[in-house]
């Protein structure tokens, strides 16, 4: 079983940063697959970005079209915490932000397929 704790979420202006962080216990880190998710109020959870666990070639990473450039997904398997630093931020970014792990990488990369999920982090964006 794996616990998932998000932090890091608060208040910001528009064009301003954010760094997210998923600090994990109870599993193998390193095996699992990450993501991010995102909840804005009235909407249904929507996909933001992932990360791989380690393959010979290293990770591969993949963002949803709205956050690419803006957004980066990291992980540091030492520390057993996911990242996710949000650059230009803008007031439709707005939401909770999830993480989830699971053991499959799913085939549709913006799918929601994961085993375990934290409970969620909020970010505001003033305009």
């Known amino acids: 079983q794996v616990q998932l704790v998000e932090s890091g979420g608060g208040l910001v202006q528009a064009g301003g940063s954010l760094r997210l962080s998923c600090a994990a216990s109870?599993?193998?880190?390193?095996?699992?697959?990450l993501a991010w998710f995102r909840q804005a109020p009235g909407k249904e959870r929507e996909f933001v970005a992932r990360i791989s666990r380690s393959s010979w070639s290293g990770y591969s990473t993949y963002y949803t079209d709205s956050v690419r450039g803006r957004f980066t997904i990291s992980r540091d398997n030492a520390k057993n915490t996911l990242y996710l630093q949000m650059n230009s931020l803008k007031p439709e970014d707005t939401a909770v932000y999830y993480c989830?792990?699971?053991?499959?990488?799913?085939?549709?990369?913006?799918?929601?397929?994961?085993?375990?999920w934290g409970q969620g982090t909020q970010v505001t964006v003033s305009s």
């Open positions: 989830a792990a699971g053991t499959s990488l799913p085939t549709d990369p913006e799918s929601p397929a994961y085993d375990y």
């Open positions: 109870g599993g193998t880190f390193s095996s699992y697959n």
